[in-house]
């Protein structure tokens, strides 16, 4: 089933006739309504009027995460909060979150994109769907609740976390899909498994995994624990959340939401526009959006675009799974993490020096995140009494300013490799990039 066969499998010219009709509405709304755009097309010398072509879209600036925190926590709204019906907010790379707003109308367009995901992975009106993504700012487990909700399947808001009642619940409910972070997914099978049930004991047909990167094999494995057809969904709050894009059945990219968003890919060092199956940064301007409209937008996510026609019969471009960031954001158990946000709350300690090392892994299907940092000069490392209060304070801060927790372990001063050019802060043993 194609949940919106009209704009899901429209030829290329009429798709190109909706994403320019739409890029120029979009380019007017922020050039009136949004001072800092305004500004800086003014600044190239671009008016609104230069947009007569989609080709035109590379006199545009790109947006990046900077621009939203220097333009915190409204500056780049396109609507007065009187119509922001939703704020939801991500990580930002220092102290502040990015946010981002939607009026009535967005959160229908994104429950659009959720329900055209859910479709590819076979849901209808008859599924029962488990969400068991986060709750709350993040936008994974709203964005997919009002997908499936809006598909008119059954929703089961469990949120993350508390796996043995999201088996049970599974197992009583009759769950066909699950919404979670493949990880999570994975936890969740072996869950499946400890309780005593085989795949055949439950009713799960497929998943709607995304939010952190994953491996054909983590695929085969889930695919395998929960007997279903994993399907990748890929998004990001800044563009919307989930159901920019996600895997269809034939499992070969995931279709982007054209009539919605306008990908590029891009050298990330230069800024150029990639010849088309290249590799590179993806960027995308959101047509459409009235909350807070985005010029391309650069997601720091490493993939290329596929626009040979699917075999599932949808014309809509497709993007590789993300092989890569283009910066030093971490995912750590669904949850993005900057090296600098780490950095933040260690300057706050005059007991900590900035030798520092992070420490990410995976065991039994979960991230772990550790922390190492030397102690200032002179302070005593077997002052037990001390050294656990600080551990104490600082764990606290990083889950504070995180949201996950993180194993701090302080060093004498002096413990740490020195740096002799790039200092290396990150050891992530996942690997995950190809
Ligand atoms: O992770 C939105 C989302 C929720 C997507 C649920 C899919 C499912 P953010 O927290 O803003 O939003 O994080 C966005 O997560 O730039 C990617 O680096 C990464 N990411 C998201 N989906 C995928 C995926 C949500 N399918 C950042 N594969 C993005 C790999 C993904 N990475």
Redesign the pocket.
């Known amino acids: 089933m194609i949940w919106n066969k009209a704009m899901e499998c429209a030829d290329r010219e009429t798709m190109e006739a909706i994403q320019l009709r739409k890029l120029k509405e979009t380019v007017k709304r922020v050039h009136t309504n949004v001072r800092p755009y305004r500004e800086r097309m003014q600044a190239l010398g671009v008016t609104p009027e230069d947009i007569q072509t989609l080709d035109d879209l590379k006199k545009l600036p790109f947006t990046t995460k900077t621009d939203m925190r220097d333009n915190y926590p409204y500056g780049l709204f396109a609507s007065p909060l009187s119509e922001i019906t939703r704020i939801h907010a991500?990580?930002g790379t220092t102290g502040k979150p990015?946010v981002v707003g939607y009026t009535s109308r967005d959160l229908e367009s994104w429950a659009e994109c959720v329900a055209r995901a859910l479709t590819m992975a076979g849901g209808d009106n008859t599924s029962v769907v488990q969400v068991a993504?986060g709750y709350g700012l993040?936008?994974?487990g709203l964005?997919?609740h009002d997908g499936a909700q809006y598909m008119g399947a059954s929703v089961i808001p469990m949120s993350s976390g508390n796996t043995q009642k999201q088996v049970m619940l599974m197992k009583d409910f009759r769950s066909t899909i699950l919404?979670c972070?493949?990880s999570y997914a994975l936890t969740i099978a072996e869950a499946v498994k400890k309780a005593g049930y085989g795949p055949d004991d439950i009713d799960l047909k497929a998943g709607?995994?995304?939010?952190?990167?994953?491996t054909p094999e983590m695929r085969a494995a889930i695919e395998k624990g929960l007997g279903i057809r994993a399907h990748?969904?890929?998004?990001?709050?800044?563009?919307?959340?989930?159901?920019?894009?996600c895997s269809c059945a034939e499992q070969n990219g995931?279709h982007i939401q054209e009539d919605f968003f306008i990908a590029e890919i891009i050298d990330p060092d230069t800024g150029e526009v990639l010849p088309e199956g290249e590799k590179g940064e993806i960027v995308f301007t959101t047509i459409g959006k009235e909350g807070i409209p985005l010029i391309r937008y650069r997601?720091?996510?490493i993939c290329y675009l596929m626009r040979d026609k699917c075999k599932c019969g949808r014309t809509t471009a497709r993007m590789s799974?993300?092989l890569g960031?283009s910066d030093d954001?971490l995912?750590i158990r669904?949850?993005?993490v900057f090296p600098s946000q780490v950095e933040t709350v260690i300057a706050k300690f005059s007991e900590l020096t900035m030798n520092y090392k992070i420490i990410v892994g995976r065991e039994n299907n979960t991230d772990t995140f550790a922390l190492q940092v030397e102690l200032a000069e002179g302070l005593a490392i077997d002052n037990i009494r001390f050294v656990e209060e600080l551990r104490k304070k600082v764990t606290h801060e990083l889950r504070t300013l995180l949201g996950i927790g993180c194993e701090v372990k302080f060093l004498n001063e002096g413990t740490l490799p020195r740096s002799e050019g790039k200092a290396v802060r990150v050891e992530d043993t996942r690997n995950l990039s190809e």
């Open positions: 991500s990580s990015t993504y993040f936008t994974g964005g997919a919404c972070t493949p709607v995994f995304g939010a952190e990167p994953w990748d969904i890929y998004g990001l709050s800044e563009v919307m959340g989930p159901g920019v894009s995931m997601t720091r996510d799974r993300v960031r954001m995912i669904g949850v993005n």
